[in-house]
């Protein structure tokens, strides 16, 4: 059975293929269109999805939207009317979007893709907790989800077994979590669904000061983490801004404009808000726990996103293992619903956990020659041992290496595929990248990638984490010698790699340890700011051209900066955008 899942109209839009319950493609569609957190039909992930497994649209044998528009729309009308009139502008730009285009999703999915057959929608947290649950290698878990809202939902708890999910306790629009962080992105002058991980990233840098403050006049939280939010204080249920002046009144101070200098009241704001998330989660799963009576959990939703909470909460020993999807967001609901109509459908026994790993588009030697060649950029191929041996010596002479091979990750973090890797060990190369590679603010933190087989000995960690969704600590013996990858509270949102999961990667790793003593490596995203991760051949040349990247590995084929000439490579860059 072939189950095409989609999510889109919101943020991060994708496609996903599940055949036979395993998850075998997926995509998110801003790395084909180029805008990013693109919202738009996944028309090309779609296509990529089929095209890619030798698949055509009369091969689908079912569709699945990742939430109901019906009821979404119900909620706007409702919140809008109960706003009235203050919701008018926000409401005129809404509803004739919803009647025009959003409420006919089985007309519009006929049209775009050709199918004749039959669609189906799951609930939003549906999607997210059937994301989380089948991904995981548990038969049984509670399963937590998180996000802004879907229709109704802002979290959900709920428990899977073998083939089923069951949620049974919802909190409902717009008592948010993740509505309630976002709203305080905004005030801090940051993107909403966008840029939260700035917040969590500016927090350690200030004190929890509001903490009191915005328990006793914005948000209530009960022990079982639901939360009550003071409305007056917020105006995305009204208006088309996240807050106004009663917040800025509260807090006795305005909102920050994007790009504006960061304060010292910015970071204290940003170590409250997450203070208060961290709070929250760990209540969540604690009620989880109580519920469900499982020893495991599953975690999905944007807001599992936060590594700093979900360090914590991995610490705290709720649960004996967590797993996090690792697409989190509103584009892993592409394959949540998929992988949850398998099981519904067909009752089938649980199928061992697919890898995020590889299931975007990739590209052979051959290909990538023959764009380069066609560049007339010059170029040296090697063999994959050589090619390890190389880069590794190069990152030891703290060279700044693109890497862009095999097929593309799924999700929001670069694991290796469409990587910037760094030495960890230069006190400035945190500052160098953030400023004339990724053209970012000085705050933002990088995760480290090391050896599987080595974590313990560098972090206060004793298991996997492949995707990068957990805070650890720095062991303190250690931070000295990877400064580039510590955050300024001694944590690092680290990746282990295994051989695996990513050849390529491992193999540069084992390189880097033999002359250095050290197994790490900075990973960050092969991106410019403003632009999705690097797709093709092309995107990666774009990036390396218009930043301050030395080299750039393609599969085999290396380009050292040093070598090109300036003009020639000038006609591939591009500039850089914001976020």
Known sequence: MNILGISCFYHDSAAALVTDGVLIAAAMEERFTGIKHD???????????????????????????????????????SSYMQTAPLSYGAFLMAVPLWLKEKLWIPNLIKKETGFKGTIYFTEHHQAHAAGAFFSSPYQSAAILTIDGVGEWAAASVGR???????????????????????????????????????????APYGEPSYVDLFKRKMVKI??????????????????????????????GRPRRLPEAEITASDKNIAASIQAIAEEVILKMAQFARELSGEKKLCLSGGVSLNCAAAGKLLRAGIFEDIFIQPAASDSGGAAGAALYLYYALCGAAKKSPPSYHELGPSYNNEEIAEFLQSCGLPLRQFDDKTLAEQLARLLFEQKIVGLF??????????????SILA??????????????????????????????????DFFECDRSSPYMLFNFKVRKEKAASIPAVVHI?????????????????????????????????????????????????????????SSGIDILALENMVLDKAEIDPQRLARFQVAVGTD
């Open 39 to 77: 919202p738009s039909f996944p028309k090309i992930s779609i296509n990529f999805c089929l095209e890619s497994v030798n698949k055509g649209i009369s091969d689908i044998d079912a569709v699945v939207f990742y939430e109901k528009p019906w009821i979404k729309f119900d909620r706007i009308l």
């Open 160 to 202: 899977g077994a073998n083939n089923e999910i069951i949620i049974s306790n919802v909190l409902h629009y717009p008592h948010s979590l993740g509505l309630l962080y976002s709203a305080i992105t905004y005030f801090l002058g940051f993107k909403v669904n966008s840029a939260e991980y700035k917040v969590m990233g500016l």
């Open 222 to 251: 009960n022990e079982d983490g639901s939360l009550f939010l003071n409305m007056k204080y917020f105006e995305f249920h009204r208006g088309l801004t996240m807050t106004g002046k009663r917040l800025e009144k509260l807090l």
């Open 405 to 418: 091979t095999d097929s593309m990750e799924f999700g929001p973090r670069a694991l290796g595929f469409r």
């Open 423 to 456: 030495s960890p060990t230069d006190p400035q190369m945190k500052q160098k990248i953030n400023q004339a590679v990724k053209f970012r603010e000085p705050f933002r933190p990088f995760a480290p990638a090391v050896l599987e087989e080595r974590v313990g």
């Open 489 to 545: 509270d001694n944590t690092a949102r680290l990746q282990t790699v295994n051989a695996g999961q990513n050849r390529r990667l491992y193999s540069i790793l084992s390189e880097y340890e033999k002359l250095s003593g050290i197994p790490v490596l900075l990973n960050t995203s092969l991106n410019l700011r403003g632009y999705p991760i690097a797709r093709t051949p092309e995107d990666a040349l774009k990036t390396f051209a």
